[in-house]
């Protein structure tokens, strides 16, 4: 599990749940010049820590993530979705947005992302990191 915090500005709290480092140093980078408290997890038991730990305003999260951050990543596992699963099922996590992050443009994990209530499903390679903390300010904005 890695913390990375940028200056806080109000409660704006988002949590990245993303394996793999380059793309963490990317969007924490991209997130910082908004000024969000951002927290990073590497694994689907990172991520879940980390909830039970802290309060998020929003969640970033990839489909491909390993269950642990010991265990290798098998592409047939969508850790993520099963994340998001647990976190619609959770009292006080299910209110949180979440936009999915992923490179699998798969029907079957739009659907299911869908209806558990996602609230983006973005290909990583439609958007730029830049663009991704606009979407979060409007989200937000909204709320």
């Given at each position: 599990?890695?913390?990375k915090?940028?200056?806080?500005?109000?409660?704006r709290?988002?949590?990245?749940?993303?394996?793999?480092k380059?793309?963490?140093?990317m969007?924490?980078?991209?997130?910082r010049?908004?000024?969000?408290?951002?927290?990073?997890?590497?694994?689907a038991?990172?991520?879940?820590?980390?909830?039970?730990?802290?309060?998020?305003?929003?969640?970033?999260?990839?489909?491909?993530?390993?269950?642990?951050?010991?265990?290798?990543?098998?592409?047939?596992?969508?850790?993520?979705?099963?994340?998001?699963?647990?976190?619609?099922?959770?009292?006080?996590?299910?209110?949180?947005?979440?936009?999915?992050?992923?490179?699998?443009?798969?029907?079957?994990?739009?659907?299911?992302?869908?209806?558990?209530?996602?609230?983006?499903?973005?290909?990583?390679?439609?958007?730029l990191?830049k663009?991704?903390?606009?979407?979060?300010?409007?989200?937000?904005?909204q709320?």
């Amino acid at each position: 599990m890695q913390r990375k915090q940028s200056r806080r500005r109000g409660n704006r709290h988002v949590l990245l749940i993303e394996d793999e480092k380059n793309l963490v140093d990317m969007y924490t980078v991209a997130l910082r010049s908004y000024n969000f408290d951002l927290q990073t997890a590497q694994s689907a038991d990172d991520a879940l820590k980390l909830l039970e730990e802290q309060s998020f305003d929003i969640i970033l999260l990839d489909i491909l993530i390993p269950a642990t951050s010991h265990d290798s990543l098998d592409v047939s596992q969508r850790k993520g979705l099963d994340v998001l699963e647990i976190i619609r099922k959770h009292p006080r996590f299910r209110t949180i947005p979440v936009l999915i992050l992923t490179n699998l443009d798969d029907i079957p994990d739009r659907k299911r992302a869908e209806t558990l209530h996602a609230q983006e499903y973005i290909l990583k390679t439609n958007v730029l990191p830049k663009d991704i903390g606009r979407k979060i300010e409007v989200i937000l904005q909204q709320r």
